[in-house]
């Protein structure tokens, strides 16, 4: 059996989520989910094949293409979004608390670009980087 020398007091303690408060709309704030390796594992899986797809697409020179690929990358924002955001507080949405699905499908596009920016941060992906 192994013995702890650290007091509860000199334990580091450590949040796997990061609150915040919303820029766009005062009086929202959200939790995301800090990156870890099992969560940047998972990331991966549920981004590859999206990510592959809207590679192709945007590599096409016809306009169908073009408007699949943009389907694609705003399909890896939705799945950032599920995948990086926690909770949403001080927000109803036609009177419903704001989740993940009502926020995509309902809720004020600037803010899920401040929540998808502040995700993609927690990650260390600039704007760059999460297109590829």
Do not use: F
């Amino acid at each position: 059996m192994t013995r702890c020398s650290l007091h509860s007091d000199d334990l580091v303690r450590y949040a796997s989520t990061v609150r915040r408060e919303s820029v766009c709309m005062p009086g929202v704030s959200y939790s995301i989910y800090r990156m870890s390796y099992g969560r940047r594992c998972e990331l991966l899986r549920r981004i590859r094949d999206l990510g592959r797809r809207a590679e192709y697409l945007n590599a096409g020179s016809e306009a169908g293409d073009k408007l699949d690929a943009s389907l694609a990358g705003s399909e890896i924002d939705a799945a950032y979004l599920r995948w990086g955001l926690q909770e949403v507080t001080g927000l109803l949405i036609d009177g419903e608390p704001a989740g993940h699905d009502l926020l995509l499908e309902r809720g004020p596009e600037s803010l899920v670009r401040e929540m998808l920016s502040a995700i993609r941060a927690e990650c260390g992906l600039n704007p760059e980087e999460t297109k590829n």
